[in-house]
């Protein structure tokens, strides 16, 4: 059976896009799954990520990197997914044709953004490429600050907008940062910390979305 891919997309930089990736690939690694996590960012921060892990865990560290172009990847991602469970791809920002790219290969779309009203209107060339894809997209509200007025005006406008909302959101912790100096996730760092209770959450959540049950 060949994997599945979620492409981890948001035109905005900073949303928390190469930090969702990782924390998703070590969670969904601790739960026993082949990951390959694919760095179509020039940046490379993802990389950088996957670097710190070897040194930081050696041959303990199950995790596969590959590092490419969007226009690479569909030549070269169906003959590489069939030895994975899951396949996460973490795209740069302002670079559309990357992105679509990545989009259009995933089975699932996942978009990490903040709760300001300047990044609900910044998110809106991502959907965009999101819906002429016909890709089955799940919002996850990352940085969120304690219960505020303005995460439950947020919520309202993206429901009056008819996206698909994670029930889970990411608090603004900053071991979800501290953990990825040491190329690791907040599961392996802190496991019973606030951050890695949302890591599980969210990881029970992508799994059980039905576009990945087909
Ligand atoms: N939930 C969070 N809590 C605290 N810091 C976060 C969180 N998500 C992202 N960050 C920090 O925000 C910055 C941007 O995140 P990053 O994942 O690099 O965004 P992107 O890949 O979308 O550009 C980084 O410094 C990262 O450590
Ligand atoms: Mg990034």
Redesign the pocket.
């Known amino acids: 059976m060949s994997a599945k891919i979620i492409t981890i997309a ?1 035109h ?9 990736t990782a924390q998703l690939a070590a969670a969904f690694d601790q739960a026993g799954f082949k990951v390959l996590m694919v760095d179509v ?1 020039p940046q490379g ?1 993802l990389t950088e990520w996957h670097k710190m892990r070897s040194q930081t865990l050696g041959r303990k560290n199950k995790i596969t990197l590959f590092q490419t172009q969007g226009w690479k990847l569909v030549r070269e991602l169906p003959r590489i997914q069939r030895e994975f469970d899951f396949v996460f791809i ?1 795209t740069p ?1 302002h670079a559309e044709s990357e992105s679509s790219i990545a989009i259009r290969l995933s089975d699932l779309v996942l978009m ?1 953004m903040q709760p300001s009203p300047l990044d609900v209107w910044a998110c809106a060339p991502t959907i965009k490429i999101i819906m002429q894809e016909k890709k089955p997209l799940m919002l996850v509200m ?2 969120l600050p304690p219960k505020s007025k303005l995460n439950d005006t947020i919520k309202d406008k993206l429901s009056g907008m008819n996206i698909h909302l994670a029930k889970t959101s ?5 071991s ?2 501290s953990s ?1 100096l040491q190329g690791l996730g907040v599961i392996e760092f802190e496991p019973r910390g606030h951050a890695a209770e949302e890591i599980k959450a969210l990881l029970k959540e992508i799994k059980r979305h039905k576009e990945l049950k087909k």
Not at 12 to 20: P, R
Not at 170 to 174: A, F, K, M, S, Y
């Open positions: 948001q905005k930089g900073g949303a928390g896009k190469t930090t969702l960012d921060s973490d920002p990490p990352n940085r990411l608090g603004n912790r900053v979800f940062a990825m």
